[in-house]
């Protein structure tokens, strides 16, 4: 087998080819139907889910639902929802009220934690909604909560400061198991972080995060605070997600999504969509096969394929 590798041009004309070309054919796939391994059933992928008013984050879960937070008419209150969808387009109403504007989600242990203007609230699955976390509980008033992210032991809030006015004074706030709040960082560990936004935990030892104002990628160390820049270039950076070598970034200014190769430094990001209006906190579905987009501007979820991705950096013959 002969491998061709390609400038990072042609990759960009092949793999938009080859984006067409598979997502013709990978219109129906096999997924866990509930979470009794024995009991599947066949679905029916769609593009696009539509009808979600400003949906903003997405969480995959195992048996095959996607959770989403939908923020409904930006600054008023009471009007949030979370929304579960299949990837064939079924939709339902997990919570209608006692949400303001929810954005970022975790599912932990059966509860939905989503952030809320300057709150976290919890929320069972039969609907049930309570305020886990208040303003007051926190170190410092928060602005803008946005994304929300755990490992093992802590839970991570990024707060993305004066976000609408592009002011900067974001941080990102450590959770403990008692429920106790700290700064993990903020403009006082590196001048250059603003407006943090999408977090994920996928390395050991340290947070990745994007910043919303600037559009850099950073991460902290989190031994001894040490924070690193890692490229920048992805415009107002929202969403971050991560699966084997491949992180992807979402850009909400510009509409776009990105993938990075983390398994080498100084890769250069690979554009893999564009010409959305919005795109969020992303996510991925557990098999691997789908990146899930909340299109917020377009009022819907885009499931988009991504096994077509194996030509990003080579072609074989």
Not at 176 to 205: A, C, F, W, Y
């Amino acid at each position: 087998m002969n491998i061709r590798f390609f400038d990072q041009n042609t990759v960009i004309t092949l793999t938009k080819f080859f984006k067409t070309f598979l997502s013709s054919i990978l219109l129906t796939a096999i997924l866990v139907g509930c979470s009794d391994k024995t009991d599947t059933k066949q679905v029916t992928v769609v593009e696009s889910v539509e009808g979600i008013m400003m949906p903003e984050s997405a969480a995959a879960m195992n048996d095959g639902r996607i959770i989403i937070s939908e923020i409904g008419e930006f600054g008023k209150d009471g009007d949030g929802k979370i929304v579960q969808i299949l990837i064939d387009g079924e939709k339902k109403i997990i919570a209608d009220s006692g949400l303001n504007d929810p954005k970022g989600l975790i599912v932990k242990d059966d509860f939905i934690y989503v952030t809320d203007n300057d709150e976290v609230k919890k929320i069972g699955m039969t609907g049930d909604v309570e305020t886990w976390l208040t303003a007051d509980d926190f170190p410092r008033k928060p602005q803008f909560l946005n994304d929300i992210t755990s490992d093992n032991n802590f839970i991570y809030i990024s707060d993305s400061g004066d976000l609408l006015n592009g002011k900067g004074g974001g941080a990102i706030f450590k959770v403990d198991s008692n429920k106790k709040i700290t700064v993990l960082v903020d403009e006082t560990n590196d001048m250059n972080i603003r407006s943090p936004n999408g977090l994920s935990t996928h390395q050991d030892g340290y947070l990745t995060f994007n910043d919303f104002e600037n559009g850099f990628l950073f991460r902290v160390k989190l031994g001894d605070l040490v924070v690193e820049k890692l490229s920048e270039g992805y415009g107002g950076a929202d969403g971050l997600v991560a699966t084997g070598d491949s992180l992807y970034l979402s850009d909400w200014k510009n509409g776009k999504v990105f993938r990075l190769d983390t398994s080498k430094e100084g890769t250069k990001p690979i554009l893999i969509k564009e010409g959305m209006e919005g795109s969020a906190d992303i996510d991925i579905t557990t098999d691997g096969k789908y990146l899930i987009i909340p299109e917020m501007k377009a009022n819907r979820v885009i499931i988009h394929p991504l096994d077509w991705l194996i030509f990003n950096n080579y072609i074989f013959s």
